[in-house]
């Protein structure tokens, strides 16, 4: 049985800023405006994959930004947003999960409140500073990098991380990462439940994508992590493919994506 575990922005879907050429779907809208979109392509090939796998979105976003998004899949299953702080279970959200999240990083809470001090104080920062469910901070910055190397200086030896990504800077407690909610997903549903959903008593193979820093914890919990190439230095250990590489042809990321899970899916079927 396949689980394929993937980040959403700029690995399944795109911004409107971003031009993916030909044929797209708009997949969310927001306060009336088209904002994200998938190729065709792989819009087509999810809903082929969704009835072959187990596939569980892993995402930043908060509830209300991923409940925004429309895959043509339905609500998936499970979901983790808010970097695995909270578990969707058919888009409820789970409250035992989120008490255990929230028990994991109190001791972080020092640290988010003397980050939140110095976000005030930068006169870069152009957004407002928001604690997400009381897990992490984010805000978006004039100059993000200097932003985020001004959090580093000044939050040095504590038990969070600092990350940048576009115009976003978030401050993340070290424990809140999307691996530690892949080990956790794993111990809450556990495999036999996935087993009986399948009707399968086979070995699970686990596949995940992302595009970013925040997704390497979860890549390499995977026994195949699909990524760009300039995450591959930071991923240790597990089996790791960007699909271009492979296959010699230029594309969307998403593209290349679901093209190989598909083609796992479809080699599972057959036993091979």
Known sequence: MIVFYSD??????YSYRREIGGKKRCVEVYQGREISFMSEYSYHLLQEISKKALFIPVTTRTMEQYQRIDLGIG???????????ILLVNGQRDDAWYEESRNMVQGCQEALHWAAGLLEKDNNVNF????????????KSAQPAQTAEYLRQGLAHTQVDVFSNGAKVYVVPKKLTKGMALCRFRRRIGSSVL?????????LHTIAAGDSEFDIPMLQQADVALAPCELHSSIQGGHIIY????SGQKGLFADFVLRYVEEKCILNSLNV
Do not use: H, K, W
């Open 8 to 13: 959403l922005d700029n690995t399944l879907i």
């Open 75 to 85: 609500i998936p299953e499970y979901a983790l947003v808010c970097n695995g702080g």
């Open 128 to 139: 407002e500073i928001r604690n997400i469910e009381q897990l992490f901070l984010f805000t």
């Open 195 to 203: 087993f009986e959903r399948q009707g399968q008593d086979t070995a």
């Open 243 to 246: 699909p271009e590489q492979s």
